[in-house]
């Protein structure tokens, strides 16, 4: 019998191995961009919601980065310099910016041709229409990135700060934006970290990696 010392580790395993595996069928990790490493892991399968646009192409850099197709659905404002910067292939990159009324229809064909697809969903989504995208997921080996509110998502990346820097007395220009992200799975504590999204030298990196003598942020509305 195991000793009481080791049980939460043995039941933090057990969790674990549960969280990478669907139906019986295991659910590998996709690669995930560095900025967010601690915050999300992407898996085959899974569904992520996010409230910004700076968090739905972070999310799609790392496959993309990677060599995978990626897809984004009903995203009209989807940022192609933004995206490349972040390391997006934009050649690998099927953009549908007005699906209309069949945006469902359309996110369920490129499941089938794409590792991740982006979408923003017009109107609120049923639970049932939530898990028959989710089980074509599971069955593709793809992940749905969610610009909005999702049934049953298995990570919410929220945007709880943002600054930019780069002013100063009125002049200059905006060099940098430093988000402050929460990452909630399920009724877990929630995973905070702060983003440089870009920082100063045009990377995408954790702010913990910042470099000393960084221009003092100015604190905007997000």
């Excluded at 933004?82 to 007005?98: H, I, M, N, S």
């Excluded at 794409?114 to 080996?141: F, I």
């Excluded at 749905?144 to 200059?172: F, K």
Aim: glycine share 10%; net charge neutral.
């Amino acid at each position: 019998m195991a000793s009481t010392a080791s049980t939460p580790d043995t039941i933090a395993q057990l969790r674990s191995r549960m969280a990478g595996m669907q139906d019986g069928m295991p659910r590998l990790p996709l690669e995930t961009h560095p900025a967010l490493a601690g915050l999300v892991q992407l898996r085959a399968g899974g569904s992520y919601a996010v409230d910004s646009a700076a968090l739905a192409l972070t999310l799609l850099a790392g496959p993309s980065g990677a060599g995978h197709w990626c897809a984004a659905v009903g995203i009209a404002d989807f940022g192609a310099e933004a995206a490349r910067e972040l390391g997006l292939d934009l050649d690998r990159t099927v953009l549908v910016p007005d699906p209309g009324d069949r945006w469902l229809e359309v996110t369920a064909a490129l499941v089938d041709v794409a590792t991740v697809v982006l979408v923003q969903p017009q109107g609120r989504v049923p639970e049932q229409v939530a898990e028959r995208l989710g089980a074509r997921l599971r069955k593709r080996s793809a992940a749905l990135v969610v610009r909005g509110d999702w049934p049953r998502a298995e990570v919410r990346l929220t945007t709880r700060e943002l600054a930019w820097s780069g002013v100063g007395e009125g002049h200059g220009h905006l060099r940098s934006r430093r988000i402050l992200v929460e990452a909630q799975r399920g009724s877990a504590p929630p995973r905070r970290g702060a983003l440089w999204l870009p920082a100063d030298d045009r990377t995408h990196r954790r702010a913990e990696q910042a470099f000393e003598g960084s221009a003092p942020a100015v604190e905007v509305a997000s």
